[in-house]
């Protein structure tokens, strides 16, 4: 019995930690939403990682799914929240303490402390999209435009700035276009660069603005890949596979592009002497 309990730990922890945001949110707030909600999207990611420690084949797209269209139809286009980052900053510019500002703040600012980049592994509904193309492990060397994300990250802070600046009448209906619009921009420019760059995850890496937030909290993420240097050949395997390009092979917080594992574990699935663990 503790055997099996040790087994599944991961999908165990993350439901309870999940559950206790749910409660938390639910009582301070008063709101039962907060409750179904959490506890929805923390089922799915215990429900994928139960399935991955199972070697379902497709753990993760279960989970990416499952919570990504959750957000993007029901939060999304019935709800009429713009979950994207423009959301974020227009519920807090109006003080206003809801779907968007709750979810970045758990999601995308501090629970990144806890999981590092696995939003983007597990619940984006644009890299979900992404994630199908033919282009799953890089077939080209990363390219330096991640500058251009503070770009994109800069203009949807002084679009939904502009709006109250300058008192634009009917915001509600202006952020609700602007997450249909920006859905489909996301998904026209990720598909392009996906083809072009001959990597699913370019959009991720080049132009997300998510990312900026995702980055800091990320260096320091509890949930880590790590190697085993007793057991590691040097084979290459885990670099290769990885959708980041992540050196998976340095165990340091300062290993390249360390801040951008969205825990997708196809390295530790690629490793032929089991070196590679989470």
């Known amino acids: 019995m503790l055997t099996k309990l040790k087994k599944y730990s991961s999908p165990i922890i993350m439901l309870m930690v999940f559950e206790m945001i749910a409660v938390i949110l639910w009582l301070s707030l008063d ?37 990504g269209f959750y957000m993007l139809v029901y939060l999304g ?35 990144p402390l806890l999981f590092g980049r696995g939003w983007c592994g597990y ?36 679009f939904v700035g502009a709006l109250f600046v300058f008192h634009i009448a009917h915001k509600e209906q202006i952020m609700f276009s602007s997450f249909l619009i920006g859905n489909l921009a996301y998904y026209t420019a990720g598909i392009l660069l996906a083809f072009l760059c001959r990597d699913n995850r370019a959009f991720c890496k080049y132009i997300c603005p998510i990312t900026v ?24 395997a885990c670099k290769r596979v990885c959708p980041m390009n992540v050196d ?24 032929p002497k089991k070196a590679v663990r989470l």
């Open 213 to 236: 937030f995702l980055k800091p909290a990320s260096y320091f993420a509890r949930m880590r890949i790590t190697v085993d240097p007793k057991l590691c050949v040097s084979c290459g």
């Open 31 to 67: 709101n039962l939403f907060y409750l179904f909600n959490f506890t929805y999207i923390g089922g799915f990611i215990a429900l994928g990682l139960f399935l991955y420690i199972r070697k379902y084949r497709h753990a993760r797209l279960v989970v990416q799914f499952g919570v």
């Open 123 to 158: 619940a984006c509904w644009t890299a979900m999209i992404l994630d199908l193309l033919p282009y799953k492990q890089p077939k080209a060397p990363r390219k330096k435009f991640g500058w251009i994300r503070y770009i994109t990250f800069s203009l949807s802070l002084l």
């Open 248 to 271: 998976v092979t340095d165990n340091s917080r300062k290993r390249e592009h360390g801040t951008e594992c969205i825990l997708c574990m196809k390295c530790i699935d690629q490793c």
């Open 77 to 111: 286009i019935i709800s009429r929240e713009n979950m994207q980052i423009e959301g974020f900053w227009y519920y807090l510019f109006s003080g206003v303490f809801e779907a968007a500002t709750i979810h970045y703040a758990v999601a995308k600012i501090a629970g």
